[in-house]
């Protein structure tokens, strides 16, 4: 319990250069029946975990969205004066509603820590076990790219880590700041949830591939865009046009990248007979390649088994798209968001080893 004396110590000015900052956002997956037990993986200072409850996310970041809202009430609401045994009322609160609604649903969560390169603010109101800080506008960390970056390759990585498409809900983020005495400072806001039900089991091996998938996507650049249009299309799910559009720009972005690698291949077949019609080929073919034309190349390198049919239905929804852009009215509802987001995710997954061979 926190004592009357202890919070009514709120006028402490201290100012910390080094700071971190500390991230959570947590899924309920719609697609998945949660796993006996949680699965873990920990990769440098991210951790993503897959299970059934929010018992392993530190309470200090269902405080931080709580003491904001707290503090505004004390002002509006009568009788009511804000007080840090008030902030762990409603922290308790809030736990207890998302646990209530993770009943039966799969949890994905990701835990991140940054460092942040700026002073803590200014002035503080201190209560003695925590920093409340007021400002204009939430900080927003020099480094919050890679943040991005991390929840991105997070989501991505668990899509390509299951056999069967899933769906992907956002029910709570988080962040809060710790200064160099690992000291707590709160300056964050709220926002709303959802809910998902889970329809299939997860695989024995998801642990390994989420790591694995989590890794590659993480370390590199290169598939980047892919990766972060593959996981705006699963959070689009209420919005088919947004999804397919995402998906689809994910696919021919992915397309393109992996294309540069083996448009080389032909004119190399042919040098060892001609160099001189090998570099005739390839200058001729320079920037004439369409978008079909590099699928089907990149299909019959890295799925010749199905390359025929992937291609039909490359073309198909190509069609589709292209009756978007011309401005033809078309059923959002009709759209073929899943079967776009499962080509990207079956060519990102077999383009991802090649960037694991580049190591």
């Known amino acids: 319990m926190h ?21 959570c956002k947590i899924y309920f997956i719609d697609g998945a029946i949660p796993p006996v037990s949680p699965l873990s993986i920990h990769v440098d200072r991210t951790n993503i975990t897959v299970s059934s409850n929010i018992e392993h996310v530190p309470r200090q970041h269902f405080r931080s969205k709580v003491i904001c809202n707290s503090l ?22 809030m736990i207890q509603e998302i646990e209530n609604d993770t009943n039966g649903r799969c949890v994905l969560t990701i835990l991140y820590t940054e460092q942040v390169n700026r002073p803590a603010p200014s002035s503080m109101a201190n209560t003695g076990e925590y920093a409340i800080a007021v400002e204009n506008a939430p900080i927003r960390s020099d480094n919050s790219r890679p943040y991005d970056r991390i929840t991105q390759s997070a989501l991505t990585a668990f899509s390509l880590s299951l056999k069967n498409p899933f769906k992907a809900c956002e029910v709570f983020k988080s962040s809060y700041y710790i200064d160099e005495s690992d000291a707590e400072i709160y300056i964050c806001r709220f926002t709303a949830s959802a809910s998902a039900m889970g329809i299939s089991p997860l695989s024995e091996d998801l642990a390994v591939n989420l790591e694995q998938w989590y890794k590659l996507l993480s ?15 699963l959070l689009q799910e209420q919005e088919p046009l947004s999804s397919f559009l995402s998906a689809w720009t994910g696919l ?25 019609i090998a570099l005739r080929v390839k200058e001729i073919m320079k920037d004439k390649y369409k978008l079909s034309d590099k699928f089907s ?36 509802a009709a759209l073929p968001v899943e079967e776009t987001r499962n ?17």
Not at 252 to 276: C, D, M, R, W
């Open 3 to 23: 004592s009357g004396a202890t919070a009514n110590r709120i006028h402490q000015f201290i100012t910390r250069q080094h700071m971190r900052r500390a991230h």
């Open 72 to 93: 505004l009430r004390s002002y509006f609401v009568s009788g009511e004066k804000w007080s840090a045994d008030i902030v762990e009322r409603d922290t308790s609160e």
């Open 219 to 233: 370390a590199s650049t290169e598939t980047d865009s892919p990766s972060r249009l593959l996981s705006l299309s």
């Open 252 to 276: 021919e972005i992915l397309v393109n990248k992996t294309f540069t690698y083996f448009e080389g291949l032909v004119p190399q077949a042919i040098e060892p007979h001609s160099k001189a």
């Open 297 to 332: 190349l990149v299909s019959e390198q890295l799925s010749p088994n199905d390359a025929e049919s992937d291609q039909r239905d490359f073309q198909t929804i190509k069609k589709i798209r292209d009756s978007l852009i011309h401005g033809f009215s078309t059923d959002c």
């Open 343 to 359: 080509l990207l995710r079956k060519y990102l997954l077999r383009h991802l080893p090649r960037l694991g061979d580049k190591k």
